[in-house]
């Protein structure tokens, strides 16, 4: 589910774009708190905004609620946008082009090799 950037900026408080990521989830906030290792009144502090999620929790908290909202306001605080780097399947894709162009270049070269010696 794509959320609309402008709703995340809308967000006033770290506790809203919180709260907004896990209503956006579909998950119920025992789903999350549990999938996070953290108890029910931490979390709940977190989306009152009294506590705040931990620095080392954002990706595994991405993960669990299937979005980026959190990140993505805590980005626009200081002016700021995210940017998908490179998605895991396409550095797949990447490294399995770079390993078919070497093997492509060997093959080439032993090809030059063996027609040189067969011509001598």
């Not at 953290?38 to 705040?52: C, E, Q, V």
């Not at 080392?56 to 909202?69: A, H, I, Q, S, Y």
């Not at 770079?98 to 011509?119: G, N, P």
Request: proline content about 2%; overall charge neutral.
């Amino acid at each position: 589910m794509t959320i609309p950037i402008e709703l995340i900026r809308s967000k006033k408080s770290a506790g809203a774009a919180i709260t907004l990521a896990c209503d956006s989830s579909g998950l119920e906030d025992k789903e999350i708190y549990l999938a996070l290792g953290i108890d029910a009144g931490y979390f709940s502090n977190i989306k009152k905004g009294k506590a705040t999620l931990q620095g080392d929790l954002l990706r595994e908290f991405c993960k669990v609620v299937g979005n980026t909202v959190y990140p993505e306001w805590l980005a626009y605080q200081v002016g700021c946008t995210l940017v998908q780097i490179q998605t895991e399947a396409e550095r797949r894709a990447e490294a399995a082009e770079r390993r078919a162009e070497e093997a492509e270049l060997k093959v080439r070269v032993l090809m030059e090799t063996f027609q040189v010696r067969a011509s001598a």
